[in-house]
């Protein structure tokens, strides 16, 4: 709802043509939104229905062109406090429509004007849900949009020669540059889903492999004091730190790929408690033996339900990954302890003997629903536990 006194910021009209092809021979025709020029990639598609600036700001997307199934998109404009990392990090984007109004006290700037000052190429007026269908059925689409080539033959030609995610190790390009520490709590006016903590506090060093922000903040909401790593700090330096906890991060690309960053994770391991997400489950199931692979479309949304095994409770959750850990190579030790329960993917697994555990889902959300931001209380509890059992 809207009264007189809220603020109302208007799109530019959207005149310009661009073209998106995909490597199946579709070529569309819509207007460019964004930026002038080409962007291309691997095209997925995310189901959430909000979000679209914690989407394109998380760094998870690099390498990756997102479409966005809800046909209405940016009619709540840019909002500072909705960074997840300092920058886009979508390759593109493409919607069917843009509002032409973004209407939010929030907002500072609509989403258009954002996407050409952030330099994201990105396409509207398109047919979002054919895309999603072509995906769907044929799996993850290597794609490109310009705002310059019009020629359907060249499109594909381009398409067909973008660069997939598969095989690469993107962990090590977003990452930062140095250690730092992070001491944001929740910025945003929502409330969180579980109380901030009080008490004592923790110390927990970080890995960046592209961590969101949502989850350094959810960190420190739940009592640790955070110093977060660049991607390639070795497992000494990290103990060095003398840390109470370890925290492995989201990220983009292939996690198969981040050898340096298993190879951490395998040293850490039974020497300091772990807790992983997303790309962070990922390389500590390696680390433990497990494989990953590559899904056919993914999970790129905002209502996945996952059973958590440990406690029988049935969570709604956010997800974005393409990879995943194929459950027929865990080892004994690895135990499962949440199923994705559109797919029955592995969602969440534990050690058997040691304080390491990971969810291959967003407990930090942003976007999406806090059912399971209660994991950051779980890693909590699990080095204090492991405190009272020394
Ligand atoms: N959000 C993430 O950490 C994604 C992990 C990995 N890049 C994947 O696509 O599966």
Redesign the pocket.
């Known amino acids: 709802m809207t009264s007189d006194s809220t603020p109302r910021l208007t799109s530019s009209p959207h005149d310009a043509p661009a073209w998106l092809a995909l490597e199946n021979g579709l070529v569309v025709q819509g207007r460019s939104i964004g930026a002038d020029g080409e962007a291309s990639g691997d095209l997925v598609f995310n189901t959430a229905m909000t979000g679209y600036q914690e989407i394109l700001t998380?760094p998870?997307y690099a390498g990756q062109g997102v479409v966005l199934t809800y046909p209405l998109i940016g009619n709540y404009g840019i909002a500072d406090e909705d960074m997840e990392s300092g920058r886009a990090w979508a390759e593109a984007l493409v919607i069917k429509e843009l509002s032409s109004i973004s209407s939010n006290h929030r907002a500072t700037e609509t989403l258009d004007a954002w996407l050409r000052r952030r330099g994201v190429v990105a396409i509207e007026g398109v047919d979002t849900r054919r895309i999603t269908k072509a995906i769907r059925e044929e799996g993850s689409l290597r794609f490109v949009i310009s705002t310059t080539d019009s020629d359907p033959a060249s499109l594909v030609a381009k398409a067909k020669a973008a660069v997939s995610?598969d095989g690469r190790d993107l962990a090590s390009e977003v990452t930062c540059a140095e250690s730092y520490s992070w001491t944001s709590q929740f910025e945003s006016s929502f409330p969180s889903t579980t109380e901030r903590w009080q008490g004592e506090r923790l110390k927990c060093v970080a890995y960046d492999f592209?961590a969101k922000r949502n989850i350094l903040r959810s960190l420190v909401h739940t009592g640790f004091d955070v110093t977060v790593v660049p991607a390639k700090t070795s497992a000494a330096e990290v103990l060095a730190m003398n840390p109470d906890g370890v925290f492995l991060s989201?990220?983009?690309?292939?996690?198969s790929a981040c050898t340096y960053a298993v190879e951490a994770a395998r040293e850490l391991v039974g020497k300091t408690p772990v807790f992983g997400?997303?790309?962070?489950h990922?390389i500590l199931s390696l680390a433990l033996g497990a494989k990953t692979k590559k899904m056919a479309f993914?999970h790129h949304g905002a209502n996945h339900p996952v059973r958590d095994e440990t406690t029988g409770r049935i969570e709604i959750t956010s997800q974005?990954?393409?990879?995943?850990v194929d459950e027929s190579t865990m080892p004994a030790e690895m135990v499962a302890t949440h199923w994705n329960l559109n797919d029955m993917s592995l969602a969440g697994m534990k050690h058997r003997d040691h304080p390491v555990f990971s969810v291959q889902y967003h407990p930090e959300a942003a976007p999406g629903p806090g059912d399971s931001a209660h994991l950051f209380t779980r890693f909590r509890e699990m080095i204090l536990a492991q405190v009272e059992a020394q």
Request: proline share 10%; with cysteine; net charge negative.
């Open positions: 998380d998870s995610t592209g989201n990220g983009p690309g292939d996690p997400i997303c790309l962070g990922q993914g974005n990954h393409s990879y995943v």
